[in-house]
Nanobody, 125 residues
Framework: QVQLVESGGGLVQAGGSLRLSCAVS????????MGWFRQAPGKDLDFVAA????????IYADSVKGRFTISRDNAKNTVYLEMNSLKPEDTAVYYC??????????????????WGQGTQVTVSS
């Protein structure tokens, strides 16, 4: 059984930084494309960033491009989301997800097979 566990969320002031981690167990991490999504209260689930199996290819939502960086460590079965210059509109529950089928990163939530439980990120103004 594949399990994804996020950590690193919290409360931060606008302009601050956080690093989220997502540890994957029970599967072959290096064979999964990985993504980060977020959901603010009362809003839909939004794509944030994704990384290919090898870590070479990354894609980002326009709203976070230049501020967030996704990376992975296949030796540690972990994917990261480094978030800088945080804004109040980044407040959301952040979820990591694993795609077992595709070699390239994808944006659609429906393409992902496994999901974590989420971690809250709150950015105060």
């Amino acid at each position: 059984q594949v399990q994804l566990v996020e950590s690193g969320g919290g409360l931060v002031q606008a302009g601050g930084s956080l690093r989220l981690s997502c540890a994957v167990s029970g599967g072959t991490f290096s064979s999964y494309g990985m993504g980060w999504f977020r959901q603010a209260p009362g809003k839909d689930l939004d794509f944030v960033a994704a990384v290919s199996r090898t870590g070479v290819t990354t894609i980002y939502a326009d709203s976070v491009k230049g501020r967030f960086t996704i990376s992975r460590d296949n030796a540690k079965n972990t994917v990261y989301l480094e978030m800088n210059s945080l804004k109040p509109e980044d407040t959301a529950v952040y979820y990591c997800a694993a795609d077992r089928d595709r070699a390239i990163p994808v944006r659609l939530p429906g393409e992902y097979d496994y999901w974590g439980q989420g971690t809250q990120v709150t950015v105060s103004s």
